[in-house]
């Protein structure tokens, strides 16, 4: 009898044990499962076509630096000659792709969406331009002394030109003006061979009153459009500037004109 | 057998609680940072764009602009999300379907712009059906840039949201002016001779060309309408 009872209570303690472990494996099952959902990363795969300062596609489109800005540890990688590049095991995430070349303007695309899944996601066809040569030796504005509006002329001159190339003015009322803190902006042109150039700048004295002072900077650019959106202050970065050829900063106060009867 | 019980609870317990604690990491979560821009009556940028307040709707999460007119929407979970811009004044304009994924790194909206609604009031209005034609002459207070536009139902409870028939818009926005007037033809309306209908008057910042389409209610909306008139019932005959 006794020895009866014994085997019974080894028997309960192996059933206890063997349901233990069973529930354990089903555990660990189900959360691997759900752990495997929770990091779902797949591959980013961009494309970047390269352009000298002529505006011309180049044929070689390596050696562009890809830096995935917010993926933790960083992932880098770099074009080959197609501008193909590959990110691999991307995490489902938010980042800002940044793209980087020596003696070409810094680009970056800002709060990329990424999914991830079993199909790469694809960045096509974006450009990086050559760091325009052009030098802004000088720049002068002067009033144009108009009756019902503020009306000014803005003269570079220019040096180190090999073709056609903008550049790009920014306006601001305060004195620490740059291509990152500016109130308007827009491109002008300038043909192959001037030595000089000048526009025509007509003000609205709703962002620029009467009596205050307006500075002027501009910077040789290689093309007109591509821009970031800044995320802290939402303003438009043009990117295709050569941020390290700024011209002097140039000011002038906003003068008196008549209001027009109209 | 009530310690293998207890054994199996306990294990049943474990079982929920720990992939319990798995599924709320399933989602990411992030930042959503956006710009509004606001436009007063005159057409001209508002410098201080604080005070929209920006919510998502389906969640508690809401945020308001700064001077410049950036908030962000802190901790929102993936989703697809409808944001709502609103501002004492300005109206309310709708975003709808805007995807997040969520991440380290905040996502960005478009910037939207809110329209000063008009500050005008009707100060008169005329309202008459002659000819299978409704004609509608009101006055205002000053002269003033704005839109005028009618909304027909044959319900009392009719809104620029809830409308049989939506009359062209009427844009005083070049020469401003204390009287508008307008006329609508029975055949363009779904109505006959002898219906009775209700009609209500709406105004819009004339700056504002594009509104939106609320794919919910299915209408056209632009974030500047404002009620302008009460609701007038009209029996066509």
């Known amino acids: 009898m006794v020895k009866k009872q014994i085997t019974m209570k080894t028997f309960k303690i192996n059933n206890i044990i063997i349901v233990f472990t069973f529930f354990i494996l089903l555990l660990i099952i189900a959360c691997e499962k759900d752990t495997e959902y929770e990091e779902l990363s797949g591959q980013l795969i961009g494309y970047v076509t390269l352009y000298d300062s002529d505006r011309t596609k180049l044929s070689d489109n390596s050696g562009v630096e890809i830096i995935v800005e917010g993926s933790n540890p960083q992932l880098k990688t770099s074009t080959d000659e197609n501008g193909q590049f590959v990110i691999d095991n991307l995490k489902s995430g938010i980042y800002n792709i940044i793209l980087n070349k020596e003696s070409y303007c810094q680009h970056k695309l800002v709060s990329y969406q990424f999914v991830g899944g079993n199909k790469p996601a694809t960045i096509y066809q974006t450009a990086l331009y050559s760091q325009s040569n052009l030098q802004i030796d000088s720049l002068k504005i002067t009033d144009l002394e108009s009756k019902y509006f503020v009306e000014f002329m803005v003269n570079a001159k220019v040096s180190n030109q090999n073709s056609t190339s903008y550049c790009r003015y920014y306006l601001s009322n305060k004195p620490d003006i740059s291509f990152e803190n500016y109130i308007t902006t827009d491109i002008v042109y300038n043909f192959s061979g001037n030595k000089d150039i000048s526009f025509y700048l007509q003000i609205d004295t709703l962002k620029y009153p009467i009596g205050s002072e307006l500075y002027l900077i501009m910077y040789p650019a290689s093309e007109k459009n591509q821009y970031y959106t800044d995320i802290n202050t939402g303003n438009i970065i043009y990117t295709s500037i050569n941020i390290n050829k700024p011209s002097k900063v140039a000011n002038i106060t906003i003068p008196e004109v008549e209001t027009p009867w109209w | ?237």
Not at chain 2, 85 to 113: H, L
Not at chain 2, 153 to 166: I, P
Not at chain 2, 188 to 206: K, W
């Open chain 2, 1 to 237: 057998m009530k310690f293998f019980k207890i054994i199996i609870i306990l294990n049943i317990l474990l079982f929920l609680l720990g992939c319990d604690k798995n599924e709320g990491n399933i989602i990411l979560e992030g930042n959503i940072v956006g710009f509004v821009n606001l436009v007063d009556e005159a057409g001209n940028e508002v410098e201080d764009k604080s005070g929209v307040n920006v919510t998502i709707e389906g969640l508690t999460s809401s945020a308001n602009t700064n001077e410049d007119g950036r908030f962000e929407l802190s901790n929102v979970p993936a989703g697809t999300y409808n944001i709502i811009y609103n501002k004492t004044g300005y109206g309310s304009y709708k975003r709808f379907s805007f995807q997040f994924i969520g991440g380290d790194i905040p996502a960005m909206t478009y910037e939207t712009t809110l329209y000063e609604q008009p500050k005008i009031e009707i100060q008169s209005l005329d309202i008459s059906f002659n000819d299978n034609i409704i004609s509608i002459t009101g006055n205002i207070s000053e002269t003033s840039k704005y839109t005028v536009q009618a909304f027909i139902n044959d319900s009392s409870n009719v809104s620029n949201l809830n409308y049989d028939y939506a009359s062209y818009k009427y844009s005083f926005c070049c020469i401003p002016t204390t009287q508008f007037s307008q006329s609508i033809y029975l055949s363009e309306t779904p109505y006959h001779r002898g219906d009775e209908v209700y009609l209500v008057i709406y105004f819009i910042n004339s700056n504002e060309e594009y509104g939106y389409y609320d794919y919910e209610k299915e209408k056209y909306v632009y974030s500047s309408y404002k009620k302008a008139s009460s609701v007038i019932n009209l029996v066509l005959e």
